[in-house]
């Protein structure tokens, strides 16, 4: 695939790292946090959806885990609304993390609301490669967190296009 055919977005460059969910029409920059601190994580969703430095990488053994906003509120900044519609997303939709050359896809395996708990932590280490996407929910509130997980399904070589 070369990333021209990417689905560029109008006003958007085409370069580095994004998450793309077609069944929701989201396609926002991706972004490591410089670290777990809850300061950090705030700061990199300014910028798109925070990927979490646990040391898991797209396509790599363990769980990468991603999380946005699902909020209208202005000062959260441009990607405020990436994951508003989280919700809608349904077991076999596909979520494409396009990751330093590489597009990583993965298949929506099952979706989880729960308490922003310690106990309810995401592991990271898992036998296979899987992702989870997360957002405060209902939208506009942060009592709770949606999940939606994943598991890698295609690692496709992206190129630049000739012409």
Known sequence: MCIRDRGQV???KDEGNWID???IDVRVPLVMSPSMQDKDIANTLSQGAALYPNGI???NLGNLFISAHSTGEPWRGKYRFAFLHINKLS???LIHIDYEGARYTYRVTRKDIVLPSEEN????NRPVPTVTIMACWPIWTSSKRML???ELTNITQLTSCEG
Do not use: F, L, Q, T
Not at 121 to 124: H, Q, T
């Open 121 to 124: 932590a995401v592991v990271s």
């Open 21 to 23: 969910i077609p069944a």
């Open 57 to 59: 990488k797209p396509g």
């Open 91 to 93: 077991e076999g939709d």
């Open 10 to 12: 109008a006003g958007m």
């Open 148 to 150: 939606v997980s994943g």
